[in-house]
């Protein structure tokens, strides 16, 4: 049974930092897509960042390049985000997803962790 559990969410000044984990229980990990995404207060899944098996690629929304960093440890089955220069646009429900090996198709998803940024 695929699992998704992040972590390391919570209450930031604007302009700080935090870092997101999402341990993963994903048959054949080092080869799945990874990805996060964030939904905002009254707002629908937004693509914050993906990363590609074996972290070969990264892509980002344009909102949040230069500012997040998306990586994996595959030893660890975990794939972090890192988040700095928060602000207060950043707040938000952040949902590690993950596709299966050989597909872009992000089937499964965590329970999520809540950000908020404050002024």
């Known amino acids: 049974q695929v699992q998704l559990i992040e972590s390391g969410g919570g209450l930031v000044q604007a302009g700080g930092s935090l870092r997101l984990s999402c341990a993963a229980s994903?048959?054949?990990?080092?080869?799945?897509?990874m990805a996060w995404f964030r939904r905002a207060p009254g707002k629908s899944h937004n693509f914050v960042a993906r990363?590609?098996?074996?972290?070969?690629?990264?892509l980002y929304a344009d909102s949040v390049k230069g500012r997040f960093t998306i990586s994996r440890d595959d030893a660890k089955n975990t794939v972090y985000l890192n988040a700095s220069s928060l602000n207060l646009q950043d707040t938000g429900v952040y949902y590690c997803?993950?596709?299966?090996?050989?597909?872009?198709?992000?089937?499964?998803w965590g329970r999520g962790t809540q950000v908020t940024v404050s002024s």
């Open positions: 994903v048959r054949s990990f080092r080869y799945a897509y």
């Open positions: 990363i590609t098996g074996s972290g070969a690629t990264t």
């Open positions: 997803a993950a596709a299966p090996p050989s597909t872009v198709d992000y089937i499964y």
